[in-house]
């Protein structure tokens, strides 16, 4: 089976709202650090590019990892459905994940990145051939 590309499209102009101050803050705190080799601890969010093909590994096996070991955030992008399901901390684990689509003119927005905000129609947007 062959592989095919991703249709998701994340652009320089989706991230000009990042802090520019020379931090790694958005996405390594006080018990996440980069040494030269590695990076220690586990992130803060985690976005992951689903297919058909991996989307029960994608959330199962990994969600559950990715719970184990302290992830804040796990969003599952399906280009193959435009949706985002995403995974968010509640308490020891994941709360129920929130679905989000294009078709609904959803938004996906996340309070460890404020001032982020990805109209999913976009996302989704269909590349020129």
């Given at each position: 089976m062959k592989a095919t590309t991703p249709r998701v499209k994340l652009t320089y102009d989706d991230f000009v709202l990042f802090p520019d101050d020379g931090k790694r803050h958005e996405l390594i705190d006080g018990e996440h650090y980069v040494t030269p080799k590695h990076v220690r601890g586990a992130p803060e969010l985690v976005v992951e590019i689903g297919f058909l093909s991996t989307r029960k590994r994608d959330e199962t096996i990994k969600r559950r990892l990715y719970e184990r070991t302290g992830v804040s955030e796990?969003?599952?992008?399906?280009?193959?459905?435009?949706?985002?399901?995403?995974?968010r901390r509640a308490g020891s684990g994941f709360g129920r994940?929130?679905?989000?689509?294009?078709?609904?003119?959803?938004?996906?927005?996340?309070?460890?990145?404020?001032?982020?905000e990805i109209a999913l129609s976009r996302l989704f947007e269909p590349s020129v051939r």
């Open positions: 796990y969003w599952v992008i399906d280009p193959e459905l435009d949706v985002v399901r995403v995974y994940p929130i679905e989000l689509s294009a078709e609904a003119g959803d938004r996906l927005e996340t309070e460890l990145l404020p001032g982020l």
